[in-house]
């Protein structure tokens, strides 16, 4: 057994988004993953989300694809499907035409029920309806959509994962599966409980850019360095903004009001022009080791090769592809390395073989 999710048999049903990273992230924890996909595709090793899983290529319009479908949900432990709400039921492939014991995560960014259930939208529509969006950017210009990591990939595939791994613990007590209906428009909400408390305290404005951690706190945000690169500067707790005046030469007299909201504008100022006095590498040279939280802001090329990324592999590049290696890590489970994708539908005999098929039959299904 490799790795701690190597007892767990996963079919997913190929889409786009969330649902495959899902499916990827098992796959990197040992679990058996297998891709439902629509027709047969070379290899393509940039398709990252593809990485440790098996492929099969069967038509779903169909009979004998359709049979062979139920077939591979019954011996799995959890169907993963990102689609609008019904497409599965109209394929014949619903949660109530699959076994009682079988968990079956549906990942949506509406859910599976409510006035938008059946709309399109992405990441950034998602996002929006939270009041998540309206909080991230500058104060002057629209909000910023965050690269698509908080809805999809945050409230989408974590919580899908979550309610994925719930599930299954769920299953060993009580025999049964269930229906998981991860909506990015839940999950989203659900990360936001600090936001939430400081809004309840009077703590948090709807003012994008004038509180603690939205960029309106000088001591929170990101600074222009000489050369034209950028620090990020979290010096929150009192102890770490003393270091930050420290290290700087700011003034010292600032400690006694950080948090005096009346100075933020002001200081914006001379924090900006501090730190353009230097580039971005002597800063974080000057920083470096220290509780000042202050960290050099690094492009996705050179994220790799800082000592302390590189000292912990947390990137790797099989075929020259960089990506991130499994996480998280664990004591006693051994997580190999992921495997590169292979081409869709080059697993289909294999899988259909397990299955019971004979030649003849899967020659059927692939013809």
């Known amino acids: ?23 990827q992230l098992l796959a990197d924890l040992g679990a058996d993953v297998v891709t439902v996909d629509r027709k047969t595709a070379p290899a393509d090793p940039t398709d990252v989300n593809r990485r440790g ?104 595939t974590m919580f899908l994962l979550l309610g994925i791994l719930s599930a299954v613990i769920e299953r060993g007590i009580s025999g049964k599966g269930q229906v998981v209906d991860a909506a990015m428009v839940d999950g989203v909400p659900a990360m936001m409980g600090l936001i939430h408390s400081m809004l309840a305290q009077g703590r948090w404005t709807e003012e994008r850019g004038t509180n603690w951690l939205d960029g309106g706190a000088p001591f929170y945000r990101c600074y222009t360095c000489s050369c034209g690169g950028f620090v990020s500067v979290g010096a929150l707790e009192p102890q770490f903004h003393a270091l930050l005046l420290e290290k700087t030469g700011l003034p010292q007299d600032h400690q006694a009001s950080q948090n005096d909201e009346t100075h933020w504008p002001r200081r ?12 971005r590498d002597e800063w974080a040279a000057i920083f470096d080791g220290s509780d000042a939280c202050v960290a050099p802001v690094l492009t996705f090329s050179e994220a790799q090769f800082h000592p302390h990324m590189a000292a912990r592999k947390t990137f790797i590049a099989p075929q020259g592809v ?44 692939v013809d």
């Open 1 to 23: 057994m490799a790795g701690p999710l190597a007892s767990l048999k996963v079919v997913e049903f190929s889409g786009l988004g969330p649902a495959p990273l899902a499916g």
């Open 53 to 156: 899983k098996r492929s099969v290529v069967l038509d779903l319009k169909n009979a004998v694809g359709l049979e062979a479908a139920h077939r591979l949900i019954e011996a799995s432990d959890v169907l993963i499907e990102g689609f609008r709400p019904g497409v599965m039921e109209r394929l014949g492939l619903g949660p109530d035409s699959c076994p009682e014991r079988l968990i079956y995560a549906r990942m949506t960014g509406w859910g599976q029920e409510g006035p938008l259930s059946q709309t399109a939208g992405h990441d950034i529509n998602y996002l929006a309806l939270t009041g998540a969006l309206h909080a991230m950017g500058d104060a002057d210009r629209p909000p910023v959509p965050p690269l698509n990591m908080v809805a999809d990939y945050g409230g989408g």
């Open 268 to 279: 914006h100022a001379q924090y900006t022009q501090a730190f353009a006095q230097k580039s």
């Open 322 to 365: 960089l990506q991130a290696a499994p996480a998280p890590r664990f004591s006693r489970s051994a997580v190999p390395a992921p495997k590169v994708p292979a081409a869709v539908g080059a697993d289909t005999a294999a899988v259909l073989g397990a299955l019971g098929y004979g030649e003849a039959d899967i020659i059927a299904i």
